[in-house]
């Protein structure tokens, strides 16, 4: 495999020096950009988007070529799993995702079965290997996978939710039937995890985007427990590499520290608690990803600049940081703000 050009990213994780800071963003391929917009427009649908490898390619590459990014993310979306269990995903615009075949008792979680990532999936396989080929070690890839929890939620809401009323109506009402999705859900995103490290991925990324919704006990047994399984099954090294993985919850800092002891490299942060903080909370155990809030980005070139130096100045270790946003990046922030951000990372991290 070819050798990384620009091995800051892999570096940060692993907590080893690096020359400044690395930066990636959150969803930093999306429709913020009019060249996304564009392959989107071409592809004619998002999953259709999503399930051409070309395609995926192209758009995860677009924000490469326009900033100084030090990693590249491929371009999938987190519900391709429980797609590729039979759920029936569909996208109508301006509703978000939804299930046709939601999952709501104990007969249903019967039926379900870990998919073969190199059959049900294999468009994500396929697309991860692409990638790798054609970023030819400018940047590492970052593969990555909804958590459990998060899956979970979507499967039994049978889409967005704002009261997570059906999943937690099954949480205390059949709390087993529960378990049993969790575990299924749980062995089907190591299983593709491992694929994607095996076509390539330098390292990877457990999105937890609704752990937040739990209270801080039910979190650590439906969310925090099953990713800290998935993290002992990950392939951790690849053709002679150390395989990075990043946990990432939202709203769950009450657990920094229980996520820091799961085996994981890094833990990213929301935006929602001070870095400085957060790094009392896991110690020299993890590295910290993070935290800026995606709405500075609406801002002025200076109001970035100086929240951008805020969260550098409060890091205060020679290593172990990864910046990135606390969340996915909005649709309607302007490119060149991204550019500011990005540029103000490295001339404010640098290590020399």
Not at 199 to 207: K, N, S, W, Y
Request: proline share 6%; net charge neutral; with cysteine.
């Amino acid at each position: 495999m070819n050798t990384l050009k620009n091995d800051r990213l892999i570096r940060a994780l692993l907590r080893q020096p690096v020359d400044t800071t690395p930066v990636w963003i959150m969803r930093q391929a999306g429709r913020y950009l009019p060249e996304y917009r564009a392959t989107r427009k071409k592809a004619g649908d998002f999953l259709t988007l999503c399930k051409t490898p070309e395609l995926a390619c192209e758009v995860t590459l677009q924000p490469l070529d326009r900033f100084d990014l030090d990693a590249a993310i491929l371009f999938s979306d987190i519900l391709t799993i429980p797609d590729a269990m039979g759920l029936g995903l569909q996208f109508k615009e301006g509703d978000g995702p939804s299930f046709s075949n939601p999952v709501r008792s104990s007969s249903d979680i019967a039926k379900l079965a870990v998919p073969d990532p190199h059959d049900e999936l294999r468009y994500v396989v396929d697309a991860v290997a692409l990638i790798r080929r054609e970023l030819n070690g400018r940047v590492p890839l970052i593969g990555f996978s909804g958590s459990p929890w998060t899956l979970a939620t979507y499967m039994v809401e049978g889409g967005s939710s704002k009261e997570f009323s059906k999943i937690k109506g099954l949480l205390y009402s059949d709390p087993v039937a529960l378990e049993q999705l969790l575990e299924i859900v749980s062995a089907s995103v190591a299983t593709y995890l491992n694929a994607q490290i095996e076509a390539g991925a330098q390292a990877v990324m457990i999105f937890d985007t609704w752990g937040g919704t739990l209270t801080p006990e039910l979190y650590r047994r439906h969310s925090l427990a099953p990713m800290a399984s998935i993290v002992q099954k990950l392939k951790r090294t690849h053709d002679g590499q150390t395989i990075p993985v990043i946990l990432f919850s939202k709203g769950a800092n009450h657990s920094l520290g229980e996520m820091a002891a799961t085996g994981t490299d890094a833990v990213g942060l929301d935006w929602t608690i001070n870095i400085r903080d957060a790094k009392k909370l896991v110690g020299d155990r993890v590295a910290l990803q993070g935290n800026l809030d995606p709405t500075v980005l609406y801002s002025s070139p200076t109001a970035i600049r100086n929240e951008v130096k805020k969260i550098l100045s409060d890091y205060t270790e020679p290593s172990g940081h990864v910046f990135n946003l606390g969340h996915g990046i909005h649709p309607g922030i302007d490119p060149n703000n991204v550019k500011v951000l990005v540029d103000c990372v490295h001339e404010f991290g640098s290590k020399q």
